[in-house]
């Protein structure tokens, strides 16, 4: 099993920057996909950015240009730097790993709230 622990969240006004982190614990395989998504009240979660062990990433249109997904192997853990930050990115942040070695597996942090205020 794998344990998602995330941190950064809080509270910040347009235009500000936050930093979010999320470790990973527990058996974890080398070839993963980790990521973040977001959920706003009464939205549906939804990708933000993943990033696989190899380097690729991927980005929502709503955040390209602001936000940037990186990750440190050594350490699994992967981090999102959000900048430009707006009221519209206010949501419920969750980490995700994901792998299809040695079997599917999908795990999830507990969240951390980001608001940002107008």
């Known amino acids: 099993q794998v344990q998602l622990v995330e941190s950064g969240g809080g509270l910040v006004q347009a235009g500000g920057s936050l930093r979010l982190s999320c470790a990973a614990s527990?058996?974890?395989?080398?070839?993963?996909?980790m990521g973040w998504y977001r959920q706003a009240p009464g939205k549906q979660r939804e990708l933000v950015a993943t990033?696989?062990?190899?380097?690729?990433?991927n980005y929502a249109a709503s955040v390209k240009g602001r936000f940037t997904i990186s990750r440190d192997n050594a350490k699994n853990t992967v981090y999102l730097q959000m900048n430009s930050l707006k009221p519209e990115d206010t949501a419920v942040y969750y980490c995700?790993?994901?792998?299809?070695?040695?079997?599917?597996?999908?795990?999830w942090g507990q969240g951390t709230q980001v608001t940002v205020s107008s």
């Open positions: 995700n790993f994901r792998t299809r070695i040695p079997l599917p597996y999908d795990a």
């Open positions: 527990g058996t974890i395989s080398s070839i993963n996909t």
């Open positions: 990033a696989t062990s190899g380097g690729f990433t």
